[in-house]
């Protein structure tokens, strides 16, 4: 099967908006089901799109990119698998053996379009200090072309060249600029992570930080052993401090109406 101009266009444009749904409204939460469905639905072959996105989700339950770090783009990774899982005939292992290298290069692509974001962030900035608020819209617009290009470049150059371009990209891309991708991919998570520590009440819950960061460092357990853990920490957080706004709400009751006089009833 021969791909369309039409649906490349089509396809290019999924990828955009998929990408802003992501930043913003999450309709479809990042979900690489979901591309692999509305991709499938281009190229006229759903089964295989809900199949490869299906796939690949399996890869991202459970992953996140909070505080900044980046992972790999399977939303993009699902596009790609699904149109030449269709268009090659050779099936879902196909797609998703494509759909794999691919997520795994958006996400140099990505840490990219992080640093492009930074000079419109700087200008918003900049906005906010001049309580310029049809300037602080604006660049905020502006902001999401990098994230836009980031996606539909690269979606519509593997569609035109097929799948040798992706394996090019993969294989001659020059060390020095993935490994400075990496690194710099490597530091936002941990950046990230220590802002979000900076506003959280770390000191009155020290304990349980460490208490996280030794069962993830020295006993292996999963991430959703800690997870799982952190909850029954908060639940029971939770409940002592009721208990404990109870007992101070009794206590006082009990004070107020000690300090009444014979007669006198409290409204």
């Known amino acids: 099967?021969?791909?369309?101009?039409?649906?490349?266009?089509?396809?290019?444009?999924?990828?955009?908006?998929?990408?802003?749904?992501?930043?913003?409204?999450?309709?479809?939460?990042?979900?690489?089901?979901?591309?692999?469905?509305?991709?499938?639905?281009?190229m006229g072959d759903i089964a295989t799109g809900l199949a490869v996105g299906a796939t690949l989700q399996l890869m991202v339950l459970g992953v996140g990119t909070y505080g900044g770090s980046s992972m790999p783009d399977y939303l993009t990774g699902a596009i790609v698998g699904t149109v030449f899982a269709v268009t090659s005939g050779q099936g879902v292992e196909f797609g998703i053996g494509l759909a794999v290298p691919v997520g795994l290069l958006m996400v140099n692509l990505d840490v990219l379009a992080r640093f492009c974001n930074v000079f419109f962030a700087k200008r918003v900035e900049a906005a906010i200090d001049r309580l310029d608020y049809a300037a602080i819209k604006r660049n905020i617009w502006y902001g999401m072309i990098p994230w836009a290009?980031?996606?539909?470049?690269?979606?519509?150059?593997?569609?035109?060249?097929?799948?040798?371009?992706?394996?090019?990209?993969?294989n001659y891309m020059p060390e020095w600029l993935t490994g400075g991708l990496s690194v710099a991919g490597g530091l936002l998570p941990a950046?990230?992570?220590?802002?979000?520590?900076?506003?959280?009440?770390?000191k009155k819950y020290i304990s349980f930080l460490l208490l996280g960061f030794f069962l993830a460092a020295y006993l292996s357990v999963p991430m959703v052993g800690v997870?799982?853990?952190?909850?029954?920490?908060?639940?029971?957080?939770f409940k002592k401090n009721i208990n404990g706004n109870q007992a101070v709400a009794a206590a006082n009751t009990g004070s107020s109406q000690e300090g009444l006089l014979d007669g006198e009833y409290e409204d």
């Open 191 to 202: 950046v990230g992570i220590a802002i979000l520590l900076r506003y959280l009440p770390v």
């Open 227 to 237: 997870a799982i853990f952190g909850v029954a920490m908060a639940v029971i957080e």
């Open 149 to 170: 290009l980031s996606r539909a470049l690269p979606v519509f150059i593997m569609l035109i060249f097929g799948e040798d371009i992706v394996n090019a990209i993969v």
């Open 1 to 42: 099967m021969e791909i369309q101009i039409w649906q490349i266009i089509a396809l290019t444009i999924l990828s955009m908006i998929l990408i802003w749904d992501s930043l913003s409204t999450a309709i479809f939460d990042g979900k690489p089901m979901f591309a692999g469905i509305l991709a499938g639905i281009i």
